[in-house]
């Protein structure tokens, strides 16, 4: 059982989420390291992307497992309690991430989901980063 009512929990975890930007300080170093330039919160963009590289036309959107509800990952488990609500919040939150895609997509922006749990491996991330930037020639802007 929990002891705090879903809004108390939906803030908590907010407020967690709003200053854990470990995941994020991973994906920013390790472009820095592959010797790419970016931009950070990119207020004029749709769903505010973490990362952008311009020059390449691709956005990273960087997930924490829970809040975007990562399929299959362990470190997305919904709270025992107040399960109606938590489902319900975190399809939203999904739903949400997919429109944000789309409108990137349409901006002419390739889109790079980077998930929690995949900043713990960091060779196989910046393998797949630079793959994923390369995959398109660099685009005017
Ligand atoms: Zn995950």
């Known amino acids: 059982m929990d002891r705090i009512s879903p809004a108390q929990r939906s803030k908590l975890m907010a407020s967690v989420r709003s200053t854990n930007t470990r995941p994020e300080l991973a994906v920013r170093r390790v472009l820095h390291r592959l010797g790419y330039r970016f931009r950070l919160h990119s207020n004029d ?36 309690s107040h399960v109606l609500f938590w489902t319900r919040k975190l399809n939203d939150n999904r739903r949400r991430d997919r429109k944000v895609q789309r409108q990137l997509n349409n901006l002419g922006w390739r889109v790079c989901v980077v998930w929690e749990c995949e900043v713990a491996d960091i060779e196989t991330l910046a393998e ?14």
């Not at 509800?69 to 470190?75: A, L, M, S, Y």
């Not at 994923?132 to 685009?139: A, T």
């Open 128 to 141: 797949a980063l630079d793959q994923f930037i390369r995959q398109r020639p660099p685009g005017i802007v």
């Open 45 to 80: 963009l749709p769903g505010k992307p973490d990362v952008i590289l311009p020059k390449w036309r691709v956005a990273v959107l960087v997930h924490g497992c829970f809040w975007h509800h990562h399929r299959r990952c362990p470190k997305a488990t919904l709270p025992k």
